[in-house]
């Protein structure tokens, strides 16, 4: 490992870039939501009470803000993620802000989830948690393509039994 | 079916001890009774109503809870068969519990104070997995449990190393299964215990919170804030003081063949199982004024011990050693990790540069591997000293945020399941960090 904490080094696998298309979507229609009900109170407050009208923007700026910050933050974020398989261990990367590299041996693995909500479903990813007998290893990687994320559960799966050491 | 459980084969289902009903009534009672005192105290005045209430709660209890504890007892039916032990519960809503030999953990018995003036047991089966992972048979005489224990520990032993029990087929155990226990470690007396507590910081602080408290009211003539205070920080000293000298009393350490047994409590005693095999990593605790009286504790983390008991109630204690001078600590860190050396020479200590994250404590931070396990240690009040083996460690990680990239440093943690032990170095120097990581990764899949 030259420098672990490097998203440009070759060998790590990437996680799907429609993990970012995703998390944008749901929070633009999260913020969107959150803006037009703040907005809607205030609108019928500063109509009934003394409160000036341009208040109602307020809402309306802090929820572009979020909108620029997500679309800042989601694709870094899901080019800061990823993994490799190494001989006898996964190592799994995320993070430009807060890094955290990971380091989970085959045969400590007790066992895999794979996690798909519907819109998961329809960009066509899930995730994939790995559990250890320590809930600090803690180790969720999202957006993992479908298929990719069979066969690394599978060869997972395999490799924890081969090597499982149990506890 | 006649009432005596005795009789029964075990492989058909027995009942726990007809006296159980009778155990949990008085439960009962004694939760009602304590309810009643607490409202009486809380609402203010203790008037005349509660001299009539006081013995019809009581009384009300014994014969409630008696009556559900006997429909509970009548309606729970345990088994243990050549692959697993059963419990089956409940009159409507009927609940069944298997617990396969291999996913056994652990047996341990507790005598709850009111079971035990009978001489019952509640023999407890923990499995590994989260929250609901204990099973609990009460009550059985203590006798019974014991021979139970016995039973089970040498079935799920044999289970788990595949060799076969030695009187299989026979499912009552062999008369010498119920062998003293064996070879004594420590016995660590009472007296020791009340001194250790007594020179603790946090109850000290709690007295101290308590006269302030005291004082304060008197000061500003508040008779409320009086017994506020008394109640509030009394009430944690009189905790500290319970936990503590109550549960470790008459504490005993002994070797059972492979393991440890903790027998502990003055009224209500339990009588737990460490199994080597099962050791996840070893802590040692040094609070400040133990330190100087050279004085230390040794907390142990077991595999399965970090669920919760069915009620919810805090999981068997970690604690191997409630405090013991250092020639015994190493004996006993030696034996739950046999070759651990304790002060390692070679040590990753954080830089200056990452002093702002802990400008005392940076100087007694340090992380380290030696042949069998890595090592840390951490704290200027209170230092603690953890210990996982290489073998029983499950993952590791290097963490950095943004102040700590500016600085050059990383955090390292080795991870073990949740418990005492918590081998980590924090804002050590980014490439030092990656060595320890790459060490421990390495370690841990030589062995």
């Known amino acids: 490992m030259a420098d672990p904490f490097d998203p440009g080094e070759p060998g790590w696998s990437p996680v799907s870039p429609r993990l970012a298309t995703a998390r944008l979507l749901i929070g633009s229609v999260t913020t969107l939501v959150a803006v037009v009900v703040v907005a809607a109170l205030l609108g019928i407050i500063a109509a009934t009470t003394t409160l000036p009208p341009w208040w109602v923007g307020l809402p309306v700026v802090l929820g572009l803000l979020v909108l620029g910050w997500l679309a800042w933050w989601a694709p870094r974020n899901q080019r800061s993620w990823g993994y490799r398989e190494q001989e006898e261990e996964l190592v799994v990367r995320r993070g430009l802000m807060f890094r955290r590299v990971v380091s989970v041996p085959y045969g400590r693995m007790q066992f895999v989830d794979l996690q798909q909500g519907p819109l998961a479903r329809r960009f066509g990813f899930a995730s994939l948690s790995l559990h250890t007998a320590s809930t600090k290893t803690a180790s969720t990687i999202p957006g993992v393509p479908h298929d990719e994320a069979l066969r690394l559960r599978l060869r997972l799966t395999e490799l924890g039994e081969s090597r499982g050491a149990g506890l | ?447």
């Open chain 2, 1 to 447: 079916m006649a009432p005596g459980s005795e009789v029964a084969p075990l492989d058909a289902g027995r009942r726990t001890h007809p006296l159980t009903s009778v155990v949990l009534g008085l439960g009962w009672s004694a939760a009602a009774i304590v309810g009643l005192v607490s409202s009486l105290v809380q609402g203010g005045g203790f008037e005349s109503w509660g001299l009539i209430a006081l013995p019809v709660a009581a009384v009300g209890g014994v014969v409630v809870g008696s009556i559900i504890g006997w429909i509970s007892w009548r309606f729970t039916l345990f088994v243990i068969n050549d692959a697993e032990v059963k419990v089956d519960s409940g009159m409507l809503w009927k609940k069944s519990r298997r617990v396969p030999f291999e996913r056994l953990q652990s047996v341990d018995i507790h005598e709850p104070f009111v079971a035990r003036l009978f001489g019952l047991a509640e023999l407890r089966l923990d499995s590994a997995g989260g929250s609901e992972s204990r099973t609990a048979v009460r009550y059985l005489r203590l006798t019974e449990a014991q021979e139970l224990r016995a039973l089970l520990v040498r079935r799920a032993h044999a289970r788990a190393t595949g060799t076969p029990e030695e009187s299989s087929g026979d499912v009552a155990p062999p008369p010498d299964a119920l062998a003293p226990p064996l070879e004594v470690v420590a016995e660590v007396p009472p007296s020791r215990v009340v001194i250790g507590t007594l020179l603790s910081l946090d109850l000290l602080a709690a007295v101290t919170a308590a006269v302030l408290a005291v004082a304060a009211s008197i000061w500003f003539a508040e008779p409320l804030a009086f017994f506020g205070g008394l109640l509030g920080a009394g009430g944690w000293a009189v905790q500290i003081v319970g936990s503590r000298v109550l549960d470790q009393w008459g504490y005993r350490l002994s070797r059972v063949p492979h393991g440890l047994r903790v027998e502990r409590g003055l009224f209500t005693r339990t009588s737990e199982t460490i199994p080597f095999d099962r050791v996840q990593g070893v802590a040692v605790v040094e609070p400040l004024v133990w330190r100087q009286l050279g004085w230390r504790q040794v907390l142990v983390a077991v595999a399965g011990a970090g669920g919760q008991g069915e009620s919810g109630e805090q999981d068997k204690a970690a604690t191997v050693l409630p405090i013991a001078d250092p020639e015994l600590a190493r004996l006993v860190v030696d034996l739950l990790v046999p070759g651990a050396v304790e002060q390692l020479d070679e040590r990753h200590t954080p830089p200056r540069s990452g002093w702002v994250f802990a400008p005392i404590g940076r100087r007694f931070r340090w992380i380290g591997a030696d042949d069998v396990a890595m090592v840390s240690s951490t704290g200027w009040v209170t230092r603690r000293t953890s210990i996982v083996p290489h073998r029983k460690n499950q993952s590791v990680a290097v963490e950095q945020g943004p102040l700590q990239r500016r600085l050059g440093v990383a955090s390292v943690s080795v991870h073990s399941p949740d418990g005492p032990v918590d081998v980590a170095g924090l804002h050590l120097g980014r490439d030092d960090a990656f060595a320890v990581a790459t060490e421990a990764s390495r370690r841990s899949r030589s062995r």
